[in-house]
């Protein structure tokens, strides 16, 4: 008789997972998960967001499961038992090499988590785990960092993958906010397969399913402007780099060492010797306040990526931006958070007539209303953005002029005395 086990989950009610599943939950590494929290620090803002990578991780398993059913009853798709494990391991194990606290190490400067999904799928006991399953690391990575070329790997990394599903719909539940409603049965009931811009097969959407592809869509825009992007937990995000920055650069913690941290643990690692101060702040939820706050609307629309994209020289502007308005060094925040990607799809649109087209680009505009405006809403979500630690003012002006210049002007800048 197969063995299984049902988990019960707030989102999706009944989670089934299959043997293999089980053998690779029941690891080390993975139920390090548990204790890494999705969201990071929103649950500063939002006290229900304290759900875990480990039942995000669950629920993407859960609607690959719902999709490769879907597309196999459909006759879309026929897959021996070997290529449905590897892709249903791919979407259980794609945040695997997640840092604590959400995106956060990677905004400062520590390498993407899909880069560190290696580490743990090649060694250990999950590694071994896997080997035994007959899907080894070699097979299973290509589809977590979006290098496979399976016709089917778009539904673990892609502009409709599973991760997107589950993490809109979780986040929002589990903060109480109507910004994430998606009509996930719609979308997953309007998958097929399409020739992709190659000419080799790709996951593609059915027309039936624009209408729901453009709520999960305009439910990104929401979520980013309202919880990932919220003042308070920037404020948060932008102080927690700062001491981790701090600590690496002092030796006090390794690289290696927070990229398997928990949350806890990295913090009580922070807390026993904080020269900045910042890790009590943050522990205790005094946060740094704004002195300025301007949509990125009131900004020119082409902005230099360096605030987002160069840690090194955005800590060198806020240190020489804290001495002129008199605080010290780390007391004072520049924050102007990018995802130029946040509203893009691209993938393979059937009609109803059975012609394909590309949904991407100019063409996605005669099919979807969002793409004519998303390059509006994209600059309404971004804040830029000035926290502070003490009474300071900063002339919005000067900040709005120095986002605005090149990088190489502000490296040169910052290494004057101006």
Partial sequence: MTRFEVVRDPLWDNIRLDPEALAVVDTPA????????????????????????????????????????????????????ADRVQLKLAA???????????????EAGLPHHEELAARYLADGELAQRLAELGTPA????????????????????????VD?????????????????????????????LAPGQDGHPTLALHEKG????????????????????????????AMFKRVVRRAIAEARVRPDAVAVA??????????????????????????????????????????PTWPSDDPDLLERVEDRLARDVRLAPGELFLDFPAKAAMLAHDLPLVKRDGTVTQ???????????????????????????????????????????????????VQALVSGER
């Fill in 92 to 106: 259980l194990l794609h945040d695997i090499g997640h840092y604590p606290f959400s995106h956060s190490l990677e």
């Fill in 210 to 237: 624009l209408a729901a592809l453009e709520s999960l869509l305009f439910a990104k825009y929401q979520m980013y402007r309202n919880v990932y992007w919220h003042h308070a937990v920037r404020s948060a995000t």
């Fill in 30 to 81: 993975f139920q390090r998960l548990r204790y890494v929290r999705q969201l990071g620090h929103a649950f500063l803002v939002y006290p229900g967001a304290t759900h875990s990578r480990f039942e995000h991780a669950l629920g993407a398993y859960h609607l690959a499961r719902r999709a490769l059913s879907q597309l196999e009853d459909a006759g879309d798709v026929r897959l021996d038992a």
């Fill in 138 to 161: 070699q097979r299973l990575l290509p589809l977590i960092q979006c290098r496979a070329r399976e016709p089917l790997a778009g539904l673990v990394s892609g502009s409709l993958d």
């Fill in 164 to 192: 997107k599903l589950d993490y809109l719909s979780r986040d929002a539940w589990m903060c109480g906010v109507p910004y994430g409603v998606i009509d996930v049965d719609r979308l997953l009931t309007s998958l097929t």
């Fill in 262 to 303: 928990t949350d806890d643990g990295l913090i009580h690692e922070l807390l026993q010797r904080d020269p900045t101060g910042l890790a009590r702040s943050l522990r205790e939820r005094h946060l740094a306040k704004r002195a300025l706050d301007l949509a990125a609307t009131e900004l020119p629309a082409d902005t």
């Fill in 359 to 409: 949904l991407g680009g100019a063409a996605a505009a005669a099919q979807l209303g969002l793409p004519r405006v998303a390059a509006e809403l994209y600059r309404s979500a971004r804040r830029l953005r000035v926290f502070v630690l003490g009474a300071a003012r900063v002339d919005a002006k000067r900040i709005v002029e120095l986002v605005m210049m090149p990088r190489e002007a």
